[in-house]
């Protein structure tokens, strides 16, 4: 049994993964890394004025928040006195401090990182910070390591997974259906690659439930041809199960499809929408068949024209949509879960720490 200081998001995920390790016999703390914000938090409104005031705000704010959240690490880990320090991305946590923790208390410093590697802004941060740490896991394939530099001794691809316990077919009213149910769904942030997919499939009766706002770029659904299919806001946590289940088909679109930057990820709606009983249509990505059977278990389109043609597809075929997301949920569920995987990351600490 192993002492685990779990550095974390307090979400349905981040409290899965606390569970995960505690079934499996370890002695877990759980540390919440989101930064205590700059006193009482400034209405959106007052922020523009104050940004426009105080040019330096944000990134005032973020190292202020950042120091905060490394000194509150510092302090759990001389009280908790763990032998895995496990961080989930870290992006606000201090390199200088983790290194300082290593040093004095000796724990075995792993990060997850849980976005690729390719997303703008994660190259910065990982080429910088990623020597602190005694394994680097990333949910990327081994071709983005080509073009970020992962500085850990050990770095390995561990994609992320699936709650059972949260990531469950939900019992809904015909109202709740109704709301968050249609023939294909969006759940996530539009930017100019999903845009343009999201479009080619607007006739079938799409809706999408994400921001209005997103951070490569404006997207001003008023002004868009798919603001009609936009609900007005984003879907989380048990909204967003709502939607995997009622929908008959929920799509799944990398940020980089039709970029000529490879996709080396899968995202974790690969694992969500299936647990949930939805059937998910997602972009194909090597990793895909390694997770599930394709065409039995998983349905993947290559481009817009090839998408539209399974929407209007199965659509048209509801048992055979069954069917496979039926075989979908039984592999995520078996396979796909954050015990399989924290079970698996732990082996490997065994083995090579």
């Not at 020597?131 to 390591?145: C, M, P, T």
């Not at 609900?231 to 989380?236: E, F, I, K, L, P």
Request: charged share 25%.
């Amino acid at each position: 049994m192993a002492r685990i200081l779990l550095a974390d998001y307090p979400n349905p995920d981040g409290r899965a993964r606390f569970r995960a390790l505690t079934e499996l016999g370890h002695d877990v703390a759980f540390f919440d890394t989101q930064a205590p914000t700059l006193g009482t938090p400034i209405p959106t409104r007052a922020r523009g004025a104050a940004r426009a005031l105080l040019p330096f705000y944000d990134r005032l704010s973020k190292l202020i928040n950042t120091r905060m959240a490394s000194a509150r690490l510092l302090g759990e880990c001389r009280k908790f006195r763990p032998d895995i320090l496990l961080v989930i991305k870290g992006a606000n946590l201090r390199a200088s401090v983790l290194r300082r923790i290593r040093r004095r208390l000796k724990p075995l410093l792993v990060n997850w990182y849980g976005d690729s590697l390719l997303t703008p802004g994660a190259a910065e941060f990982v080429e910088r910070d990623s020597g602190a740490y005694d394994f680097f896991f990333i949910i990327d394939d081994a071709r983005a390591l080509e073009r970020v530099r992962v500085r850990s001794s050990h770095v390995a691809t561990l994609p992320f997974a699936c709650d059972p316990e949260f990531h469950r077919p939900p019992v809904l009213t015909a109202e709740e259906r109704a709301r968050y149910g249609s023939p294909v769904a969006f759940v996530g942030t539009v930017v100019p690659s999903r845009e343009k997919v999201l479009a080619g499939v607007r006739e079938f009766g799409l809706k999408i439930w994400g921001p209005p706002r997103n951070p490569w770029g404006s997207w001003d659904p008023k002004r868009s041809p798919l603001g009609s299919s936009w609900q007005g806001r984003s879907a989380w946590g048990q909204e967003a199960v709502n939607v995997y289940a009622a929908s008959e088909i929920v799509l799944d679109i990398h940020f980089l499809f039709g970029d000529p930057l490879p996709i080396c990820n899968v995202t974790a709606r690969v694992f969500e929408v299936p647990a949930c009983g939805g059937f998910l249509l997602t972009n194909a990505a090597d990793q895909l068949g390694e997770l599930y059977a394709l065409g039995t278990e998983m349905v993947c389109y290559r481009s817009p024209e090839e998408l539209h043609r399974l929407v209007a597809h199965y659509l048209a075929h509801p048992e055979e949509r069954r069917a496979i997301a039926a075989r979908g949920q039984r592999r995520a569920r078996q396979e796909h879960t954050f015990k399989r995987r924290l079970e698996g990351m732990l082996e490997i600490l065994e083995r090579k720490a």
